[in-house]
């Protein structure tokens, strides 16, 4: 069965912190998608990757294809950071839709 | 340039009714998908239209129906409404199909079927 697991489901820190959050995923993918999600509802698109690195400001996402992982990090962690953020992916020789993880609840804390 | 925007926002049926949801993608934007989120479920990919053709479907009912017009406007409609049909309808847009590209996600209608 094609999964998407996030941890952790919670995650409470301090401002100034190093935050990271992880994906991993059960067969292989075509693309991974990470999202961010206010209260309200607003979905916000922050990375798609295939392979390797990429970083937008504070925001770094990794993606190991051979171990099936993906990893957001946040640096200097701020309280507008707080939201849930969402991995999703589409998996290789699917019907390529997207197929979603469960969400990981940041607050970072002044 | 504006974003994907969705309407109404906020509607109230009752069960049995149906329900008409619209969204407009980003200008240029053929590509348009529609999710729905649950407390319960999460996230859940319903359908994707691209160029006025339904390129993919979720693992949703067939009260679950959608269109997309020449103008990649698009519409999804729910008939028969159950109370578990409440959630955020959310459309995202994006110039190539079926997630290979960045999406552009709309603010959502929240639906309550009471």
């Known amino acids: 069965k094609n999964e998407v697991e996030q941890s952790p489901q919670n995650l409470t820190a301090q401002e100034g912190e190093f935050i990271t959050i992880n994906c991993s995923y059960s067969?292989?993918?075509?693309?991974l998608h990470w999202l961010q999600q206010h209260p309200g509802g607003g979905i916000v698109s922050l990375f798609m990757?295939?392979?390797g690195k990429k970083k937008h400001g504070r925001l770094i996402a990794t993606i190991n294809i051979q171990e099936k992982h993906s990893s957001l990090h946040i640096t200097a962690s701020h309280p507008r950071d707080s939201a849930v953020y969402i991995c999703?992916?589409?998996?290789?020789?699917?019907?390529?839709?997207?197929?979603f993880g469960s969400g990981t609840q940041l607050t970072v804390l002044p | 340039k504006a974003g994907v925007t969705q309407t109404p926002r906020y509607l109230i049926k009752t069960r049995g009714q149906q329900v008409t949801l619209s969204c407009s993608p980003i200008?240029?934007?053929?590509?348009v998908s529609w999710y729905q989120q649950t407390p319960g479920q999460g996230l859940q990919f319903l359908f994707e239209?691209?160029?006025?053709?339904?390129?993919n479907k979720g693992n949703f009912p067939g009260r679950f129906s959608g269109r997309q017009f020449s103008n990649s406007r698009s519409e999804m409609n729910v008939s028969t409404l159950e109370l578990g049909d409440s959630a955020l309808y959310l459309c995202?847009?994006?110039?190539?199909?079926?997630?290979?590209?960045?999406?552009?996600f709309g603010p959502g209608t929240r639906l309550t079927v009471l």
């Open positions: 995202a847009s994006s110039w190539r199909e079926r997630g290979t590209d960045t999406q552009y």
């Open positions: 067969v292989g993918i075509s693309a």
């Open positions: 990757l295939s392979s």
């Open positions: 999703a992916v589409i998996f290789s020789g699917s019907a390529r839709q997207l197929t």
């Open positions: 200008s240029g934007h053929r590509s």
């Open positions: 239209y691209f160029s006025e053709t339904q390129r």
